[in-house]
Nanobody, 124 residues
């Protein structure tokens, strides 16, 4: 089974940067989407960014376009989310999730594999 481990969160001031890492293992099929979600206290979980393991296509939620960049390493086992110009509203627990044979625009309920999440706090 696919296992995911999210890391790299922390406390950063507004305008700062962080790099999140999603280390994955157990891929057995050729096509997976790997997607970052975030959830702030009292708010719904929302999609942030996604990358296709097969063709490298990417997805970004509108509020992070131009600020966040998603990438995957050459082994297709590690996904990075470079976050710049962070805002307080970016605060939340960031989760990486994966699912085979779905598009990056799919909602959270369609993703079957989840990491434990990493806390990102943007505050002055």
């Amino acid at each position: 089974d696919v296992q995911l481990q999210a890391s790299g969160g922390g406390l950063v001031q507004p305008g700062g940067s962080l790099r999140l890492t999603c280390a994955a293992s157990g891929f057995v099929y050729h096509d997976y989407a790997i997607k970052w979600f975030r959830q702030a206290p009292g708010k719904e979980r929302e999609g942030v960014s996604c990358i296709s393991r097969s063709d490298g296509s990417t997805y970004y939620e509108d509020s992070v376009k131009g600020r966040f960049t998603i990438s995957i390493d050459n082994t297709k086992t590690t996904v990075f989310l470079e976050m710049t110009n962070l805002k307080p509203e970016d605060t939340g627990v960031y989760y990486c999730a994966a699912e085979e044979s779905i598009w990056c625009v799919a909602e959270a309920s369609n993703f079957g594999y989840w990491g434990q999440g990493t806390q990102v706090t943007v505050s002055s």
